[in-house]
């Protein structure tokens, strides 16, 4: 499934030069949520995919790790690269 907030290529862009290591989400545009995919399993997985889009809307806590995060994020196969850059940069 895709969950999550989306981006503008000039925020993909800009979110290069923007890293923390303690766990890095970019900025998502204000009020443009995804939530797609589901699939025939939908019916378990959009409960779960509601409750983070809310706590993303609300700005509250959220109900799963930053990586189960960084695995819905609809715009995962942009981000990718950005990660892997920065697993090396953190291990070297």
Known sequence: PL??????????????NQFDPQGWQPATHANLFVAAGFGSR????????AEILISQLLSEPLPCSLAVLNDL?????????LYRQWRKELTS
Do not use: H, I, N, Y
């Not at 994020?73 to 690269?81: A, G, I, N, T, V």
């Open 3 to 16: 969950v999550g907030g989306m981006r503008s290529q000039d925020e993909l862009e800009d979110a290069a």
């Open 42 to 49: 939908g019916l378990c997985s959009a409960t779960f995919a």
């Open 73 to 81: 994020d609809p715009q995962r196969r942009w981000l990718k690269p």
